[in-house]
Structure formats: C-alpha cells, structure tokens
C-alpha cells in the first residue's frame, strides 16, 4: 500500500522548532520530488477553505535547502523527507503535507501541489503560549 505518514507535528510555543517526518511506504521514493505543504484547518468569515500553502520542494537526489526559516531534506535510504522548522510563530499553525509521486524535479509549478498524486494525512502543528 502507498502511503505517506507525517510525523513531528505537536503544540509548541512561539519561538521553539519542530522537525517534521516523512516516511514513504509502498514504492521507493528515490526518483522522485517531494514537496511539503500546509494548510490553516477550517473556513474564513467568508466560508471559504483556507488555500494550501507550498512550502518548499526537493528534487530527486536533492540536497537540504534552507529558506529563510525552513529547511527541507531528504534521506533516501530510509526513504524520508523532513522539514525543519524553526523560531516558530503563531502563522506556522497548521496541518503540514508532504506529497510525492510525480516528476523527478519540482519544476517551476510544484507550489501548487497539482503535480504529486501521493499525499500524506497530515500532520497538525499548533503554536501557543
């Protein structure tokens, strides 16, 4: 069975970090990018889903990037991504996605998710003091 697992995700407080866990079940993740997104849970005044946010992408034998409070890796031997994030705020609350199974590169569209047809259920991350 395919499947994504997100792990990490928790009640933290401001300023505190996370690192949040992908593992991969079913098909060798190797070849292929990962992105990792979110969502804010719920609808706005308007009624209306909040939209899905992409975070950051890594290509098939990608190496760690970091991007300004984020940091996306990727261990293929344990067939794992992971999203570091630290100096939380309260705008980070969240579910996080990762999402896999599509090209070998992320690709100038990858922000909008609709190249991955593997998905994770996500993993929530709520900030308080």
């Known amino acids: 069975q395919v499947q994504l697992v997100e792990s990490g995700g928790g009640m933290v407080q401001p300023g505190e970090s996370l690192r949040l866990s992908c593992p991969i079940e079913g098909f060798g993740a190797a070849g292929y990018a990962i992105g990792w997104y979110r969502q804010v849970p719920g609808i706005n005044r308007e009624g209306v889903a909040y939209?899905?946010?992409?975070?950051?992408?890594?290509?098939?034998n990608g190496q760690p990037r970091t991007r300004g409070r984020f940091t996306i890796s990727r261990d293929d031997a344990k067939n794992t991504a992971y999203l570091n994030i630290v100096n939380l705020k309260s705008d980070d609350a969240a579910v996080y996605y990762c999402?896999?199974?599509?090209?070998?590169?992320?690709?100038?569209?990858?922000?909008?998710?609709?190249?991955?047809?593997?998905w994770g259920q996500g993993t929530r991350v709520t900030v308080s003091s």
């Open positions: 999402a896999t199974h599509g090209p070998s590169e992320c690709g100038s569209t990858w922000s909008g998710g609709h190249i991955f047809r593997v």
């Open positions: 939209p899905r946010e992409g975070i950051m992408c890594i290509d098939a």
